[in-house]
């Protein structure tokens, strides 16, 4: 077990530095570097002092003792500076990974709120008429891409029904810490979180309802059976134990889907966060926030697919056999 | 005796082919079969057909050019779905855009497949260290958040083309065929008629293609179905947020993208809503018509 965790821990060194070395790689092959950056616009600037500059802050250097700077400076946190919004990467970022985190939390909760009700349905009375709606709506969520669905449910919720506001995060008048402000923030979170969460049940459904039936037919619930453990205990406390376990294993390999969903959840319902701020930030040519951003993002799906595999494998043993 | 020995070959034969049709032949049965499946693949021939054959009917230099008199106008006889922000007939760019991603899907499906193929089968083939290496580099790179990855290889590429813009999505879209062929590949490697034809000499790579791929081409193939709708998907959520085709080659995306205006959305529902409408019905019917050929290829699921 002990020698599972450290292995799967010990394979993250190699892939996170991997991982800086593609996004270093690619930040150099970006035109422009900080000094363009900081320059842009200024017409005092001479292509002199430029390159006196780069000199001064070592741009000029070999790439490996520049990769080993950069690699330093962000694992204390330090990112450089965006030149559009001139003010550090991280204090960008802290501003607005608070509405992701909520986004992306809430889409979660609601995304099993709805699938493993389902799943145990679909799973228990298979091939009734709820299991045929539940395996519908299923192939229907797999279907559908993201950017359609939420478009098509701002158009019809919000410009048709005009139940729920066009876009932001919370109304500007409303001060912060109020009760209207936590009303007014989820009234702008709904949509986008039942946009995200009503695709993203998919897996869920699908791993609830072939594990159960897969379970419902083995040794020890049959033994439950035999012993006159009554239909309803049998589901609680034998099949659903077993199946339910995984389930929270897989949370940390949806943060890549939750990522990619929020780029498209927050341009569609210009919603600030760091979704926004990528699109916003590769559009102006920004490329040091674009760099921080792929790093730490690439970074929380390296940790989170580890804090995954290890869950699982105290979950579930068989699967440590590798 | 020579001849009705292999009279009997003959006869043996042509029993084998009676039980055991083609793979295609099985996936038409289970269509066949499927009346929403069946309903789903002529749906979309028919789309497919009026994407294909509109520039037969409609001009495609009048499509793209700009008519400032014919800004906006709401669905007429003249323009069927009305017409855009440079006054171009919606209808026409529909079946332009749907022809364009269709292709689009298809080509990185293809480049996407192959790629996958060919490291799944080398990996599944070998064995051993080389597919120990093959497998952790595939499983860091599953891990990478791949949508913004795409974007910024997008953003950074010099002289954006179509091809680019489809090699590179091909480029992040290989990694779990790879890993699917792989480990089917591993199980196909032990068994005689490979080991056989290790024994005989044949060189590995026509042993990889030749003996081993026949055997994986339905895994492939149902593969690549069920891949192709998400691919079309990317491509046209890319271009929706400005990073796919380039300008001047529409896609359904770029439709789409006009809903980036809240006026446009609410107010100019012809210009974004068909192309949204289409790409779903086209991702339902290519889901389930890819649905039916997974079952074809796993007798337990075969529902005819």
């Given at each position: 077990m002990l020698k599972f965790i450290l292995r799967r821990t010990l394979i993250m060194i190699p892939q996170l530095f991997l991982l800086s070395l593609i996004v270093f790689v690619l930040a150099k092959a970006m035109p422009g570097d900080a000094i363009t950056g900081a320059f842009a616009?200024?017409?005092?600037?001479?292509e002199e002092r430029k390159e006196e500059l780069r000199e001064k802050f070592g741009l000029n250097d070999p790439w490996y003792e520049q990769y080993g700077r950069w690699i330093g400076n962000a694992v204390q946190g330090d990112f450089g500076s965006s030149y559009m919004y001139k003010q550090p990467v991280t204090t960008l970022l802290a501003g607005k990974v608070g509405n992701t985190v909520l986004l992306a939390l809430f889409t979660l909760i609601i995304t099993y709120i709805i699938a493993i009700p389902l799943g145990i349905v679909a799973g228990r009375w298979t091939d009734t008429w709820a299991d045929k709606l539940i395996v519908t709506y299923n192939y229907f969520s797999f279907a559908t891409p993201l950017f359609v669905f939420s478009l098509l449910m701002l158009f019809l919720?919000?410009?048709?029904?005009?139940?729920?506001?066009?876009?932001?995060?919370?109304?500007?008048k409303i001060e912060e810490g109020t009760w209207d402000y936590i009303v007014s923030k989820m009234e702008h979170l709904f949509l986008p979180v039942m946009s995200g969460a009503l695709l993203a049940t998919f897996g869920t459904i699908q791993y609830l309802r072939n594990d159960i039936i897969d379970t419902k037919l083995k040794d020890f619930v049959k033994t439950a059976r035999a012993k006159g453990v009554p239909e309803r205990k049998v589901y609680t406390k034998h099949i659903l134990r077993n199946s339910l376990l995984p389930i929270a294993a897989f949370l940390g390999y949806e943060i890549a889907g939750l990522i990619g969903g929020s780029i498209f959840i927050e341009s569609i319902f210009s919603y600030p966060g760091l979704g926004q701020l990528f699109l916003t930030s590769i559009g102006a040519r920004d490329f040091t926030v674009v760099t921080a951003l792929v790093m730490i993002l690439g970074t929380a799906t390296i940790i989170g697919t580890m804090l995954s595999d290890i869950i699982l494998s105290i979950v579930d043993p068989r699967i440590r056999v590798e | 005796m020579k001849d009705t020995v292999s009279l009997n070959d003959k006869q043996l034969m042509a029993k084998e082919k009676v039980n055991n049709p083609s793979f295609m032949k099985t996936i038409w049965r289970e269509i066949k079969n499927d009346k929403i499946a069946l309903g789903s693949l002529i749906l979309l021939t028919f789309l497919l057909l009026a994407a294909y054959l509109s520039p037969l009917f409609i001009d495609q230099a009048d499509i793209t050019r700009v008519y400032m008199?014919?800004?906006?106008?709401?669905?007429?006889?003249?323009?069927w779905l009305g017409s855009d922000d440079g006054g171009r007939d919606v209808f026409g760019q529909l079946m332009l855009g749907a022809r364009n991603s269709f292709t689009i899907g298809i080509c990185v499906t293809l480049i996407a497949g192959l790629f996958g193929l060919t490291v799944g089968l080398i990996a599944g083939f070998y064995g051993g260290i080389v597919d120990n290496i093959i497998m952790r580099i595939i499983d860091f790179l599953m891990v990478l958040p791949s949508l913004m990855f795409i974007i910024v290889f997008i953003t950074i590429v010099?002289?954006?083309t179509v091809f680019n813009f489809i090699l590179i999505m091909s480029a992040f879209a290989w990694f779990g065929k790879a890993r699917l062929i792989r480990s089917r590949g591993l199980a196909e490697r032990e068994l005689d008629y490979i080991n056989a034809s290790k024994t005989l000499g044949t060189p590995s790579w026509k042993i990889m293609f030749f003996e081993m791929f026949p055997n994986l081409s339905s895994l492939v193939i149902v593969n690549m179905t069920l891949t192709l709708a998400g691919n079309i998907g990317l491509e046209t959520g890319l271009t929706f947020l400005?990073?796919?085709?380039?300008?001047?080659?529409?896609?359904l995306g770029t439709l789409i993208s006009?809903?980036?205006n809240p006026d446009i959305v609410e107010n100019k529902w012809w210009v974004w809503l068909p192309a949204a409408l289409l790409i779903l019905v086209m991702m339902l019917c290519i889901n389930y018509v890819g649905q039916a050929v997974k079952r074809a290829s796993d007798a337990r699921q075969r529902l005819a």
């Open positions: 616009g200024d017409p005092n600037a001479t919720f919000s410009f048709i029904l005009g139940w729920f506001p066009i876009g932001g995060s919370v109304d500007i | 008199g014919n800004i906006y106008k709401a669905p007429s006889a003249d323009n010099p002289q954006y400005g990073f796919g085709l380039p300008t001047g080659t529409p896609s006009f809903a980036r």
